[in-house]
């Protein structure tokens, strides 16, 4: 698209009119009516219609104004952004990550960490959020791509492909007041206090089912979005909770906790999602490699549930 058209189009809609646009912009109204002309036959559509002595947007014209209108705020934003700064020619170059509330933190470090190449340093920019918002930010280019606990969902009008990072069987864990000395998993959650996912996690559906089968019946005494901060609630010692079980080592010595078993039944898979459909882009490529590498392979393999007693191991 040429943005000089687009441009046109954005002054005269603001304007009201082919004449006050022409002023604005130092041309003749012939010559903005005539651009505008070109960007109507490129796009298909008429984006305006006569309204007395002025111009109405049509229903495609407001939909495009929409568009322009992010469009120009956005070049504004990065003129702004680089006069304010003034990044020197040497700087590290930003590299935008979007990641999901229920990516547990160590294992979006991991999953980063392969960025820290002294050959090319990376200055990592992190935004964490739903999955939806981060989307809506990727579309804008406002991000490079996304960490999340699904593909992208259905309907979303946003060109973006999902890769499967690799995935995880989920462990359970307890802090030591509630560790039970006389019962074994899964049984020792049968009426134990147990902090949960929030619903837009997407393990959340399959451990509430697993608890079904198995008919067991925990307290939930807390959801969370954030997983970081269901972490910090048991470390408090208010209640069992889940987590992917690639991490539990990292988990048990940074709460305080103790896994007191794990189910494989209940899988937690992580994406990648980007807007390339064949990756170019090397820190995108080195995630994956990180993922593909050494991030899971101790999660290959099944495991079938660890009967232990709910001990301090």
Not at 26 to 51: C, D, R, W
Not at 282 to 290: G, T
Request: charged share 20%; with cysteine.
């Amino acid at each position: 698209m040429n943005l000089k058209h687009l441009r046109y189009f954005w002054v005269t809609a603001h304007a009201g009119s082919v004449a006050a646009a022409g002023n604005q912009l130092h041309l003749t109204p012939q010559t903005v009516s005539a651009q505008i002309k070109l960007l109507e036959n490129e796009l298909g559509t008429a984006l305006f219609k006569p309204a007395g002595r002025g111009l109405e947007l049509t229903e495609a014209g407001r939909v495009a104004l929409s568009y322009a209108d992010e469009i120009f705020a956005l070049g504004q934003e990065m003129v702004s952004s680089l006069r304010a700064t003034g990044i020197p020619e040497h700087a590290a170059a930003a590299f935008r990550v979007g990641v999901s509330d229920a990516i547990p933190k160590s294992l979006t470090h991991r999953l980063l960490a392969s960025l820290r190449r002294p050959a090319k340093p990376v200055r990592l920019v992190c935004r964490e959020g739903s999955i939806e918002a981060l989307l809506g930010e990727l579309a804008l280019h406002r991000l490079e791509m996304v960490l999340a606990d699904r593909p992208m969902p259905a309907g979303l009008a946003v060109r973006a492909h999902s890769r499967k990072l690799g995935e995880s069987a989920v462990a359970f864990f307890a802090p030591p007041r509630l560790v039970r000395q006389d019962t074994v998993f899964p049984a020792c959650l049968n009426g134990a206090p147990l902090l949960l996912p929030g619903q837009n996690a997407a393990v959340r559906g399959e451990i509430d089912r697993w608890l079904g089968e198995v008919r067991l019946s925990p307290r939930v005494v807390g959801e969370f979005d954030d997983s970081a901060l269901m972490k910090v609630f048991a470390q408090a010692g208010e209640g069992y909770f889940p987590a992917p079980a690639i991490i539990s080592d990292e988990i048990c010595a940074r709460y305080g906790v103790s896994e007191v078993g794990r189910v494989d039944e209940i899988r937690e898979a992580f994406w990648l999602i980007s807007t390339e459909r064949r990756i170019q882009h090397p820190e995108v490529r080195a995630v994956l490699e990180a993922a593909r590498g050494a991030v899971f392979s101790t999660a290959a393999g099944g495991e079938a549930v660890r009967q232990q007693t709910c001990l301090d191991r």
